[in-house]
């Protein structure tokens, strides 16, 4: 079982640019579909990003889509979320989370990913 650790999370103002760090211990992250998924207050987990095996295929929610960017290193067992032009409504818990997968399979399904790390916490506002 891999164990997943996010970072980079702080209170930014509207237009800020943020990035999130995801880091894996205990077990390669080859293997691993990989996502970012976020929870605001009083709201259900969406779906943010998901990043296949090796990197090469990415799918955003339509909410995000052309401001965030996910990338991921697996030499390092990492995973990125740059975020640009952040709004209120970016504001969340993020998490990351994985599940092994096929290549280049990416899923926009939150009940599929497991591992999840602790969260960090985005906040955007004036």
């Known amino acids: 079982q891999v164990q997943l650790v996010e970072s980079g999370g702080r209170s930014v103002e509207p237009g800020d640019s943020l990035r999130l760090s995801c880091v894996a211990f205990g077990r390669p992250l080859s293997a691993y579909v990989l996502a970012w998924i976020r929870q605001a207050p009083g709201k259900e987990r969406e779906f943010v990003g998901s990043?296949?095996?090796?990197?090469?295929?990415?799918i955003y929610a339509d909410s995000v889509k052309g401001r965030f960017r996910i990338s991921r290193d697996n030499a390092q067992n990492t995973m990125s979320l740059q975020m640009n032009r952040l709004n209120p409504e970016d504001t969340a818990v993020y998490y990351c989370?994985?599940?092994?997968?096929?290549?280049?399979?990416?899923?926009?399904?939150?009940?599929?990913?497991?591992?999840w790390g602790q969260g960090t916490q985005v906040t955007v506002s004036s």
């Open positions: 989370g994985g599940f092994v997968g096929v290549t280049g399979e990416v899923s926009r399904s939150v009940e599929r990913y497991h591992n």
């Open positions: 990043i296949s095996r090796a990197g090469t295929v990415t």
